[in-house]
């Protein structure tokens, strides 16, 4: 079991500068990270999972400290096949953290060796989602504050193509 990594996981639907602070000052901490799409959620995205892991790969291809994945099934399968014990996640507003609580008790739970922990956003950051970056996007907006700009370029292309 390797304490040094951690696991973050999510949708990344897409990659926001949340996500990356997310990721540099999880690198503070840990040694390694994985960053994990999940491949089997209900949500239908507008990248597809490849798509994503391609973007993620293109955006810390420098660090060698960062390794980008897909997972499907239990998250907590993954990250004991990882031979991790840590899920990274962020905490936004409270709204994130009924959902939040949740999972991370779930996933204890189940395993009792993995361990949820939280870092809290950025305030630049707390207002930021994939979600919303993709509907100011659609509607023309100024997304370059959000979301680097490979995602930037990418987004505008999704858009373009309808
Ligand atoms: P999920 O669908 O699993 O919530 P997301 O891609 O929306 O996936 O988010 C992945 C993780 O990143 C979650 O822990 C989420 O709280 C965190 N996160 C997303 N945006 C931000 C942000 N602006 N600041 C801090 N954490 C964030």
Avoid: W
């Avoid at 926001?16 to 999880?26: F, K, M, P, S, Y």
């Amino acid at each position: 079991m390797n304490r040094h990594i951690a696991i973050y996981p999510g949708s990344f639907d897409p990659f926001t500068n949340g996500h990356l602070d997310i990721v540099h000052r999880g690198l503070e901490i840990f040694d390694r990270l994985i960053i994990a799409v999940a491949s089997n959620s209900d949500k239908k995205g507008l990248f597809s999972v490849s798509e994503r892991v391609e973007m993620i790969s293109q955006l810390v291809k420098d660090d060698p400290r960062v390794e980008v994945e897909t997972f499907d099934g239990l998250l907590v399968d993954y990250v004991v096949a990882k031979q991790a014990r840590v899920i990274l996640r962020g905490l936004r507003a409270v709204t994130d953290f009924e959902f939040e609580f949740q999972l991370a008790q779930m996933n204890h739970t189940v395993c009792e060796q993995v361990e949820t922990l939280f870092m809290m956003t950025s305030p630049e950051c707390a207002y930021l989602s994939s979600s919303i970056v993709k509907e100011v996007g659609r509607l023309n907006g100024d997304i370059s504050k959000f979301v680097p700009s490979l995602v930037k370029e990418q987004l505008l292309k999704k858009f373009a193509e309808g």
